[in-house]
């Protein structure tokens, strides 16, 4: 978090239309140096200017348009929705319809991605309801999460990554014998 005096310092570098470095530019648009490169990278951002040892610098244009690209992202915007979004802004011929289109689509998604979590949700608390939480071995969890096709014993003895042989370092399940699931999901 900046002090009070390094905000004030990039308010008023901002002001004055002064360039700003890449760290200036972040704290003033609530954008990671990171992302700021991404979106260069991407196109959503033009190339920074560059100073002649090769330091990006940011201007006050800048600083604008990545505190829109902040706040669409925030809102769920993807980042073609962006795009979308930044080329309507700079045209002063658009027809706001095209923008409420997309703003409409986007609530769309997240109206379905919270009825998703709340399922999501509803089924973990009854999943848990249902668990004893004590010292027995049996967890209707577990047996929601393989199936429902029992425990495998090849499962039962500990491994370097944990009970499901999944190294969380790689991400990619290690091959074990497993009840067809895996076969079952490659269907669909």
Not at 133 to 138: C, K, Q, V, Y
Request: aromatic residues 6%; positive net charge; hydrophobic residues 35%.
């Amino acid at each position: 978090m900046e002090s009070g005096w390094q905000w004030a310092y990039i308010l008023v570098q901002e002001s004055k239309g002064e360039r700003m470095n890449i760290g200036d530019a972040a704290r003033a648009s609530g954008v990671s140096a990171k992302m700021i490169r991404y979106y260069e990278t991407i196109g959503l951002i033009p190339p920074a200017s560059r100073s002649g040892s090769g330091y990006r610098y940011y201007g006050d244009n800048d600083v604008h348009r990545l505190r829109f690209i902040r706040r669409a992202r925030d809102l769920g915007f993807t980042v073609e929705q962006m795009a979308d979004l930044l080329a309507l802004w700079g045209d002063r011929s658009r027809a706001s319809a095209e923008v409420k289109k997309i703003a409409l689509g986007q609530v769309a998604i997240l109206e379905r991605k919270a009825e998703e979590l709340k399922a999501m949700s509803r089924t973990l608390k009854h999943l848990a309801a249902h668990c004893h939480g004590d010292a027995r071995p049996d967890c209707p969890i577990l047996d929601d999460l393989s199936g429902g096709g029992g425990k495998p014993e090849t499962l039962a003895e500990p491994t370097r990554f944990g009970r499901a042989g999944i190294d969380p370092l790689q991400g990619a399940q290690r091959s074990r014998p497993h009840s067809g699931i895996e076969a079952e999901r490659s269907d669909r």
